[in-house]
């Protein structure tokens, strides 16, 4: 090989330099003729050696000896600089330049290394091997489109050369064109059947192409040949959780975890499976394994933490996250879930505290005042619950939700018409936010102003069709006025249809068969509303009320009961109370008749 690339000049000097080296001897012998005719040796001393002129060659070769001489012994900083000089006596040498990117490579110099290769090339272009080293540097430089350019040239010189084919196939993938990518990579697999990393590449194509059978084809291939490789069962493993098969994908990462514990990648993922089951406890016996071999535990202990949160063991929860910040008091992210943990502990000075410490350039800076809000709120502290929105919309500007929080607060203090005024306000500033127009028209209605409140209903679903609480608000606003009840119905229909499941939605639609007088179909759908809606007052008194005009008195009491003692509403109060009075004095009444 070096032969082959050095100049045909070094062949001899390169031989008479070993023999020097070989000889170790400070000066060079030569055959002089005795006057007797007897041949001997006389030695140059040191003022003929200095006066004898050195061959071009000898500088560039003394550097390159040395250099490899380095190699041998594993110095590199001394191969390396031997090199250079060699490369630097004589630069028309291909093969000093490429070996010095070798060495730029391992160095981790790559702009020196493109370099040295780009020169080798165009001083060899047919030399396949550096053409592989210059294409396998611009691609560690991200310069793809240079990288796969080389790597066809070396095809055009060197059609089955599977290295480039290989690498080609796999940039063709990354660039998005899969079935290049497919192809290379297919011609790589029937030139050499037995190339394990053309089957690795191409399952890996074909799962980027989402060709998961395919993908998985290959990878099966690819474990032929190597049973227990690691990257393919891990591959594998994706590619089933990308087709929701985490059975099957657990059962991979298993596989990896029996031949190597300590892989942190299997640990995690099979950890995070378990969690998605719900089997939390096996989760949280891989995530303490995994806690035992890291050196910086802190991402884990979160997990950990959160598992501890979702079993409803807060103390535990709370110790995990308090660990973490011990570590990182800056975690802004586990200081919500602390603040979370003490919320639900009912500890909610100490919740109150921790949320308080999230700064306003946060993420979770809205919602942690939101939950203050909350906290305060609770505790029938308003004013201070106002406060520390408004001061959180100051910071963070007009976020949505601190918005709705305010205004509903406005509401519970009694003081609706200074939430239609916010409302008003942020409608002007935002006048296509259908949310704020949704809520805008929901205050309206409890202000009793009707005609405002259908006019914001329907601007929200003019601006977003899709506004299924808009629908139904509406819809129900006529079924509860007695009016429009064909188009409350296809209001209400196409709230449903975008959520079935809300029990609200289907009581809107039961409300409206009752004011048309379908009593029957009205108690059908009520009943379907209450199993969704669960106690709600409201649900369970108009199924009371169908109940009622089907003549099932009995059961029209006892729905009325059930919802007196769950509703807060003063006015809802006195009109449940005067049903059920009503009802038990028409039983009075029919009794003292038989």
């Given at each position: ?15 008479a ?21 007897v041949?001997?040796v ?39 600089r ?79 050369n ?11 993938g ?172 009912q ?8 949320f ?51 205004a ?11 939430a ?7 409608v002007e ?29 329907r ?22 006025m ?113």
């Amino acid at each position: 090989m070096m032969q082959r690339h050095l100049p045909r000049r070094w062949n001899a000097v390169l031989i008479a330099g070993c023999c020097v080296l070989l000889g170790g001897c400070a000066a060079i012998s030569r055959k002089v003729v005795s006057p007797g005719g007897v041949p001997q040796v006389a030695e140059l001393g040191p003022s003929e050696t200095a006066d004898a002129p050195l061959p071009p060659d000898a500088k560039p070769l003394g550097h390159f000896l040395r250099a490899e001489i380095a190699m041998n012994r594993g110095d590199q900083a001394v191969a390396m600089r031997e090199y250079e000089q060699a490369a630097a006596a004589d630069p028309t040498s291909a093969l000093l330049r490429q070996r010095l990117a070798m060495l730029y490579v391992r160095s981790n110099r790559l702009q020196d290394a493109q370099q040295q290769i780009e020169k080798a090339v165009g001083l060899d272009p047919s030399n396949v091997q550096a053409r592989v080293l210059f294409a396998g540097v611009l691609s560690a430089l991200g310069q793809d489109e240079a990288a796969m350019h080389e790597y066809e040239m070396i095809l055009q010189l060197d059609p089955n050369n599977q290295e480039a084919r290989l690498f080609l196939g796999a940039l063709f993938g990354k660039q998005g064109e899969y079935e290049r990518a497919v192809a290379i990579l297919e011609e790589l697999t029937r030139i050499n059947p037995q190339s394990f990393l053309g089957y690795y590449y191409l399952g890996r194509v074909e799962a980027a192409a989402r060709n998961f059978d395919i993908a998985a084809s290959a990878y099966r291939e690819a474990l032929r040949l190597n049973p227990h490789s690691e990257m393919v069962l891990l591959d594998m493993a994706l590619l089933y959780e990308a087709q929701d098969q985490p059975e099957r994908a657990i059962e991979l990462y298993q596989q990896v975890l029996k031949t190597d514990p300590q892989n942190a990648v299997a640990r995690k993922r099979l950890g995070g499976l378990y969690v998605g089951q719900r089997k939390l406890d096996e989760a949280l016996s891989q995530f303490r394994e995994l806690e035992k071999t890291e050196t910086d535990p802190q991402d884990t202990r979160v997990k950990i933490g959160l598992i501890f949160f979702e079993k409803g063991d807060y103390d535990k929860a709370a110790t995990e996250f308090a660990l973490v910040l011990a570590a990182e008091p800056d975690n802004v992210r586990v200081r919500y879930y602390l603040a979370s943990v003490h919320a639900e502990m009912q500890d909610f000075d100490r919740a109150a505290e921790e949320f308080d410490q999230i700064p306003p350039d946060s993420e979770y800076y809205a919602d942690a005042a939101v939950r203050i809000a909350y906290i305060r709120q609770k505790e029938g502290r308003l004013d201070d619950a106002i406060a520390h929105v408004k001061e959180a919309l100051d910071a963070k500007g007009e976020n949505p939700e601190l918005v709705g929080l305010l205004a509903s607060l406005y509401r519970e203090k009694g003081d609706l018409q200074g939430a239609i005024r916010l409302m008003r306000t942020m409608v002007e500033r935002e006048p296509n936010n259908d949310k704020y127009h949704f809520t805008l028209g929901a205050l309206y209605d409890e202000a009793k102003d009707k005609d405002a409140g259908i006019a914001e209903m329907r601007k929200a679903i003019e601006l977003n069709p899709q506004n299924a609480a808009a629908l139904n608000y509406l819809g129900y606003t006529y079924a509860e006025m007695g009016v429009r009840l064909d188009e409350a119905e296809a209001l209400i229909r196409r709230a449903i249809a975008l959520d079935p499941n809300d029990g609200f939605f289907v009581d809107s639609l039961g409300w409206v068969y009752y004011q048309r007088g379908q009593y029957d179909k009205a108690v059908e759908v009520l009943q379907r509303a209450l199993e969704l809606a669960g106690d709600d007052a409201t649900v369970t008194e108009h199924l009371a009320d169908a109940y009622r005009q089907t003549g099932r008195s009995d059961e029209a009491l006892r729905l009325y009961q059930d919802a007196l003692a769950h509703t807060k509403e003063k006015e809802q109060l006195e009109r449940i109370k005067a049903k059920i009075d009503g009802l038990e004095g028409h039983r009075t009444d029919a009794g003292k008749e038989s």
